[in-house]
């Protein structure tokens, strides 16, 4: 599989398209647009370039990136509109379970403990973890965090991770955030000393941060991003067909080419 880095943009991401958040109740999309479609209502947190960020150019405000293109796709041949709702991370899986939204894309990692909440499609994206800090910090490895505070997405893979490691790397320190740009403020700003970010998001923000570096954390547990759907949602099966047929014409490799770039992985 193939990617790039992206150049991270770091607008900020306050904008909440208007979408359509009538309860979606078992599973079922409700409401129709214009075209007399049915409209699918996706739930994201638009701070998480290439994945999802706020597009700026032009002097107009629009959510783009790989997943977008992704369930812009999927809905389209599934004969679907699409309205697009921005929230924070930790408020997507709430979403679901209210019926404000019928599916969720946000680069989220299928854990056991959303897997209880919520359900997911087949894995469609899969990716690395790092740790990114300031030049001359003399990071090289996890253990390497011990007396330092660390800075995490709150409610992502991330935070979960980073909680593992406080279990057994003494007097680390935790510093949980709603978004990836106030994470990397806070670094530039000395008031954390390291972060936890996906490979591809983090080499966004090297590229645009010369004074920061990033090593790789060893894999261990869930990693890979999913589709998360309300319980016994009906439209997974759906969606995994249209993935799977994405995979399969090579229009998925093309999408992480576009967004990732061609580099080996």
Not at 6 to 14: I, Y
Not at 82 to 96: R, S, V
Not at 115 to 131: H, L, M, P, W
């Amino acid at each position: 599989m193939k990617r790039r880095w992206f150049l991270a943009s770091t607008a900020a991401v306050a904008l909440a398209t208007i979408g359509l958040t009538t309860a979606c109740g078992g599973g079922q999309p409700t409401g129709e647009a214009g075209s007399g479609n049915q409209v699918l209502t996706m739930a994201t947190s638009a701070d998480y370039p290439p994945y999802q960020f706020v597009e700026t150019a032009g002097g107009t405000e629009e959510i783009v990136g790989f997943d977008i293109d992704i369930a812009r796709h999927i809905t389209e041949q599934l004969g679907y509109d699409l309205e697009i709702t921005n929230m924070d991370f930790n408020g997507l899986i709430p979403a679901l379970q209210a019926g404000r939204a019928d599916f969720v894309m946000a680069g989220m990692t299928p854990t056991e403990e959303r897997q209880r909440n919520v359900d997911f499609s087949e894995i469609y994206y899969d990716a690395k973890q790092t740790i990114v800090f300031q030049s001359g910090a003399g990071i090289a490895s996890p253990d390497d965090l011990s007396g330092k505070t660390l800075g995490v997405q709150l409610g992502s893979i991330q935070e979960e991770l980073a909680n593992d490691l406080a279990d057994t790397i003494p007097n680390l320190t935790l510093s949980p955030l709603n978004r990836i740009n106030e994470i990397v403020q806070e670094l530039k700003s000395g008031r954390i000393d390291a972060a936890i970010i996906e490979d591809t998001v983090a080499e966004g923000f090297l590229a645009n941060n010369p004074d920061l570096e990033a090593v790789e954390i060893p894999e261990e547990g869930p990693a890979g991003s999913a589709i998360a759907f309300p319980k016994d949602s009906e439209l997974v099966s759906e969606f995994n067909r249209v993935l799977a047929e994405m995979e399969s014409s090579g229009l998925m490799e093309e999408l992480i080419v576009k967004w990732f770039g061609d580099r080996a992985e």
